[in-house]
């Protein structure tokens, strides 16, 4: 079974522009989550998507924002990049009945 | 507020030394206390599950025990191959979010 998937692996974005990062769940999963991990503040939970809703979200400025397809494939977009937004962006996925959680590779975003 | 603390936050080991990685929580009703592995650029990789107090789970050289304030994951007669970050994460059981709370992790060094 194909796990989560996510693209591109790494960006290199300049201050001021937006960016778009796609994840795909593993199949059967309807549930995403989006999380960014930095050195400093470790993983930190950005917002998490059911049946193309989003379900909750964490406390992060409005210029992250994010949406669910109806085919469960998530998108999570950032828009006026600042040097802070550098980090590493995990998505995970889970059946709605089954708590565990399970993460992609990342997306390693660097904003020059 | 959910808050997970993990010590210390860095362990170096000789192969076959056993030790034990430390996670304290608070959490307003916990549904679970999951561990996670990190492999440096990579995602986490899910190891355990523990829903209660008592509660123990084994996977080779790995177990996980959970009480009412903390969780242990004990390392037996580690190898160089388990030289990771290991993360430690509550899920709390208010309805309709499966949000993870992460400590900063254990990076486990185990030398040969």
């Known amino acids: 079974k194909a796990g989560v998937t996510q693209t591109p692996r790494y960006l290199i974005k300049t201050r001021g522009q937006q960016v778009t990062l796609s994840c795909s769940p593993i199949?059967?999963?309807?549930?995403v989550s989006w999380y960014q991990q930095t050195p400093g503040q470790g993983l930190q939970f950005l917002f998490e998507?059911?049946?193309?809703?989003?379900?909750n979200k964490g406390n992060f400025p409005g210029r992250f924002s994010g949406r669910q397809f109806s085919n469960s494939r998530s998108e999570m977009n950032v828009s006026t990049l600042e040097l802070g937004d550098s980090a590493l962006y995990l998505c995970?996925?889970?059946?709605?009945?089954?708590?565990?959680?399970?993460f992609g590779p990342g997306t390693r975003l660097l904003v020059l | 507020e959910d808050q997970v603390t993990q010590s210390p936050e860095a362990l170096r080991l000789q192969e076959g030394e056993s030790s034990s990685l430390n996670c304290s929580y608070t959490?307003?009703?916990?549904?679970?206390l999951f561990w996670y592995r990190q492999d440096p650029g990579k995602g986490p990789e899910f190891l355990f599950t523990?829903?209660?107090a008592g509660e123990e789970k084994e996977k080779e050289r790995l177990k996980a025990t959970l009480t009412k304030k903390e969780s242990f994951l004990h390392i037996t007669a580690p190898k160089p191959e388990d030289s990771a970050t290991y993360l430690c994460?509550?899920?709390?059981?208010?309805?309709?979010?499966?949000?993870?709370?992460f400590g900063k992790g254990t990076k486990l060094s185990v030398i040969p």
């Open positions: 995970a996925s889970n059946r709605d009945v089954e708590e565990t959680q399970y």
């Open positions: 199949s059967g999963h309807r549930s």
């Open positions: 998507y059911f049946s193309e809703t989003q379900r």
């Open positions: 959490v307003s009703g916990l549904r679970g």
């Open positions: 523990l829903y209660s």
């Open positions: 994460a509550v899920q709390h059981s208010g309805a309709g979010s499966y949000q993870l709370t």
